[in-house]
């Protein structure tokens, strides 16, 4: 009989493996959820998505921040949703059913429409829900967004790809130099009009937070996903400063943010950060993707206990690879085919949800990798 190969690999950095050997791991010992940007990277995350929040930790009660940027705050938006394990699914059946077909006669679907089937997709999901994620009696939602400053405070047909030169040139140079190009805006929840205090602390990038309510949600979670030159920047949310909102990936691709600073993963608070990620590499900012060096853990990490696939049971998926935003370009219009394979790749990655309820339930700590 065939073995199957482990999906799951557990990587933790140092005070979050003092606190395994110590404590174990359980669903009270857990303070924030990071969720990264990525795009059709994080379908592969459902099944994780759904037994965490859908199972586990309902067996504890202390607060719980989420954080997330793109399809990560979507995310974590539908896990304040009641019965977010049906949410998940329906999360995951939309996602895949997306298509973003170009007018007849246009090679390229113009970032106008995409925004508008997005704002749509959006309001068919939350739609008569936002109060569910704004006063969920546990989970304090935090949503990031880039807001452009200087040329990239208004997005115009030149202004939007010189400003990113100027801030992939000076990211480049020193990540806290991104702010004077873009700005983190985190849109959190909170109680009377009062934003809950942030889970980390700035880590020497510009940071503003701004009270998520029920006029600036939907703007919000479409800002926080609106890729520059894919969708269009919204303009001007809510309560928020006037501007230009873009992804919050740009700022914070996989949320590398400083957890400890803020006390929210204490070792006083003997809090953890369990973050379901597919991959072990936490990645600062969109634009430190080709930027090696920057890949590595930091103390900002040290609480963090990082799910991950194996690369080698990746390397199984269709195309040996997780779903990304390319396949809707290699598929074209074949969408059969594409939601076919991001389907099997779905399916699959029960295993990964399987493996860490066994391992909950025995944990090896010869599994848990330096993160």
């Excluded at 003092?18 to 359980?26: K, T």
């Excluded at 106008?112 to 994620?133: H, M, N, T, W």
């Excluded at 140079?173 to 873009?182: I, T």
């Excluded at 400063?241 to 003997?270: Q, V």
């Amino acid at each position: 009989m065939t073995s199957v190969s482990p999906a799951l690999r557990i990587y933790a950095g140092p005070k979050a493996l003092a606190h395994l050997r110590q404590h174990g791991l359980a669903p009270e010992h857990v303070r924030v959820i990071p969720a990264a940007a990525g795009g059709p990277k994080g379908l592969i995350l459902g099944p994780l998505d759904r037994f965490i929040f859908g199972h586990w930790l309902s067996q504890s009660h202390q607060p719980v921040d989420l954080v997330g940027a793109s399809i990560g705050a979507w995310r974590m938006a539908t896990a304040c949703l009641d019965n977010p394990e049906q949410a998940f699914e329906r999360l995951e059946r939309d996602y895949i059913a997306q298509r973003f077909d170009p007018p007849a006669g246009q090679k390229r679907t113009p970032a106008s429409l995409v925004s508008e089937r997005f704002a749509q997709s959006l309001q068919d999901f939350y739609g008569g829900r936002i109060s569910e994620v704004l006063y969920h009696p546990r989970y304090r939602l935090h949503v990031v967004a880039s807001r452009g400053q200087h040329m990239l405070a208004r997005e115009s047909r030149w202004r939007t790809p010189l400003g990113y030169l100027g801030a992939f040139a000076a990211n480049a140079m020193h990540r806290p130099a991104l702010g004077r190009w873009l700005e983190r805006v985190v849109f959190s929840t909170g109680v009377d009009g009062v934003a809950h205090r942030l889970p980390f602390s700035a880590g020497g990038l510009r940071t503003r937070q701004v009270a998520l309510d029920e006029r600036n949600f939907m703007d919000a979670v479409r800002a926080s996903c609106s890729i520059p030159f894919v969708l269009q920047a919204v303009h001007d949310i809510a309560g928020a400063p006037r501007g230009a909102y873009w992804d919050g990936g740009i700022t914070d691709y996989h949320m590398h943010l400083d957890y400890a600073a803020s006390g929210a993963a204490s070792e006083s608070h003997g809090g953890i950060v369990l973050y379901p990620h597919f991959q072990k590499a936490v990645v600062p900012g969109w634009l430190d993707k080709g930027l090696r060096w920057r890949h590595r853990s930091s103390r900002f990490l040290d609480a963090m206990v990082v799910l991950a696939p194996d690369p080698a049971w990746v390397g199984q998926l269709p195309r040996g690879k997780l779903p990304d935003r390319h396949d809707f370009v290699d598929y074209g219009s074949d969408h059969d085919a594409r939601a076919a394979a991001w389907h099997a790749a779905t399916a699959a990655s029960r295993q990964l949800a399987d493996e860490f309820a066994q391992w909950l339930e025995r944990p090896d700590l010869s599994r848990v990798e330096q993160l």
